[in-house]
T-cell receptor, first 115, second 112 residues
Framework: AQSVTQLGSHVSVSEGALVLLRCNYS??????LFWYVQYPNQGLQLLLK??????LVKGINGFEAEFKKSETSFHLTKPSAHMSDAAEYFC?????????????FGAGTRLAVHP | NAGVTQTPKFQVLKTGQSMTLQCAQD?????MSWYRQDPGMGLRLIHY???????DQGEVPNGYNVSRSTTEDFPLRLLSAAPSQTSVYFC???????????FGQGTRLTVV
């Protein structure tokens, strides 16, 4: 069964510091993996996704993630945090069942950025 | 082009009351779904639909009903609200052949 584990429910970084949000997955089939961001009182917005091909995926707002099959990981990084990056981030894996691509979400990581 | 529109944005219900959360999309997407978001649990799938007239249960369907009479609309009905249904509800759509889900702004529901 597919599942997603996000390590760390809260991460705090200084502005300009590296952002690293961790995501590990389990999947019985080659996974499709996603990172979504949720700003306060907003819906979820797709940051980036991995389907096939290049394992280093670049997304919006300077974020990127690397798919590592041997480690079953899909960690999200950004070289230099900005105050506007403060949000909650969700990792998700696709499950195809009942003729539908369902998303299985991790519990989320809330990122705080301080001056 | 509004995307995915959810109404209302906020709602307070008393235990035992019923209500319908509305979701409308103008992207002509076949797939629609409802999730609930609870602290520390991420988003969990309640019900989904692969097209008009076709619905199925997700991970946490108890206490909720859905129907899909048109491509555009996918309402979620709470039959008899319970405090355990206090949550933020999100509607999402996906186009056929696409891997990206588009989310509405959410409905924050409190059951007292």
């Amino acid at each position: 069964a597919q599942s997603v584990t996000q390590l760390g429910s809260h991460v705090s970084v200084s502005e300009g510091a590296l952002v690293l949000l961790r995501c590990n997955y389990s999947s019985s089939v080659p996974p499709y993996l996603f990172w979504y961001v949720q700003y306060p009182n907003q819906g979820l917005q797709l940051l980036l996704k991995y389907t096939t091909g290049a394992t280093l995926v670049k997304g919006i707002n300077g974020f990127e993630a690397e798919f590592k099959k041997s480690e079953t990981s899909f960690h999200l990084t950004k070289p230099s945090a900005h105050m506007s990056d403060a949000a909650e981030y969700f990792c998700a894996v696709r499950l195809f069942s009942g003729g539908y691509n369902k998303l299985i979400f991790g519990a989320g990581t809330r990122l705080a950025v301080h001056p | 082009n509004a995307g995915v529109t959810q109404t209302p944005k906020f709602q307070v219900l008393k235990t035992g009351q019923s209500m319908t959360l509305q979701c409308a999309q103008d992207m002509n997407h076949e797939y629609m779904s409802w999730y609930r978001q609870d602290p520390g649990m991420g988003l969990r799938l309640i019900h989904y639909s692969v097209g008009a007239g076709i619905t199925d249960q997700g991970e946490v369907p108890n206490g909720y009903n859905v129907s899909r009479s048109t491509t555009e609309d996918f309402p979620l009905r709470l039959l008899s609200a319970a405090p355990s249904q206090t949550s933020v509800y999100f509607c999402a759509t996906t186009g056929q052949g696409s891997t990206e889900a588009f989310f509405g702004q959410g409905t924050r529901l409190t059951v007292v």
